[in-house]
């Protein structure tokens, strides 16, 4: 297909496809950055403290210098918000996926994008079904990006539990970060999502890390409480924060099923919106 690279709606999407990304993974969202602030005034092992002032140095040397978080700049999931005014059209997917291979040229990104078998890289983090566009309604038209590193990706988990079995959801979400340990880059955010069908729930998970990580309600704060008991510590190394934060998004499911999934997220916890001009 030839791109319309002339269409004025194309060009402004693409931009600010590639806007988003840039901030993205060169700065992280303030309240992750108060988040782990306090947790190295509570930390009360010198090594964790340690390890979340190296985060800390970390985040303000790469916003100083425009550079990405973390090496592994993710793979490119999208949520692209269209108001009733903008017509929802192939036109929309092929401007986030053109923003997204001048993101990787300029910022630039890690290509991570490969096929599921051969490994072939495609060199612009695209490829078929690549990116994940989420498409939803709303009053104006925007992108939201959430650059997914693997590490944390591929710690998560997903368990059709019986309708009985709603107690079982906070041993679960325990279990999954003591199965993952130091591996997903603690201290994690975990996006939980519970109900729906067994795709759906996925992406409740996925869209809870989303939310902002200022506030949890009683549940998300026994989750997150659950999950610090565990003391895997900042990067694996011991220590009291071994979550920041736990964020539960739920829909109705089946009489018969309860779904429940757990997304990791590291601590380079990126996401950014961008309003399109339009």
């Known amino acids: 297909m030839v791109l319309p690279e002339d269409d004025p709606l194309f060009r402004a999407l693409s931009a600010a ?3 988003a990304f840039r901030e993205a993974v060169t700065t992280l969202p303030q309240d992750v950055v108060e988040a782990l602030r306090s947790a190295a005034m509570r930390e009360p092992s010198a090594l964790a403290k340690n390890e979340l002032k190296n985060i800390l140095d970390n985040i303000a040397i790469a916003e100083q210098r425009a550079l990405p ?5 993710g793979v490119p999931v999208v949520y692209l918000t269209v108001p009733p005014h903008v017509p929802y059209t192939e ?7 053109e923003g997204v291979q001048r993101a990787t040229r300029e910022i630039p990104l890690r290509p991570n994008v490969v096929s599921p078998l051969k490994r072939e890289n495609s060199g612009d983090n695209t490829g078929p079904g690549m990116p994940i566009v989420h498409v939803r309604p709303g009053s104006c038209l925007s992108v939201t990006v959430l650059p997914k590193g693997a590490g944390a990706e591929n710690m998560s988990r997903l368990a ?3 309708p009985t079995e709603s107690e079982k959801i ?6 999954t970060m003591l199965i993952a340990g130091g591996r997903p880059c603690p201290p994690v955010i975990l996006g939980v999502g519970i109900g729906g069908t067994f795709d759906g729930c996925a992406a409740l998970a996925k869209e809870a890390l989303l939310l902002p990580i200022d506030t949890m309600d009683p549940f998300e704060q026994k989750l997150c409480d659950a999950v610090n008991a565990l003391g895997i510590g900042p990067m694996g190394l011991g220590g009291k924060t071994t979550a920041l934060a ?5 829909a109705a499911c089946h009489t018969a099923s309860l779904p429940v999934a757990v997304n990791v997220q590291c601590w380079a916890a ?3 919106t961008v309003e399109v001009p339009w």
């Open 170 to 175: 906070p041993r679960f979400v325990a279990e």
């Open 91 to 97: 036109t929309l997917i092929y401007a986030v996926g």
């Open 160 to 162: 059709m539990l019986l």
């Open 246 to 250: 736990v964020k539960v998004r739920m």
């Open 17 to 19: 496809t590639c806007r």
């Open 69 to 73: 978080l973390c090496q592994d700049t």
């Open 270 to 272: 990126r996401h950014c």
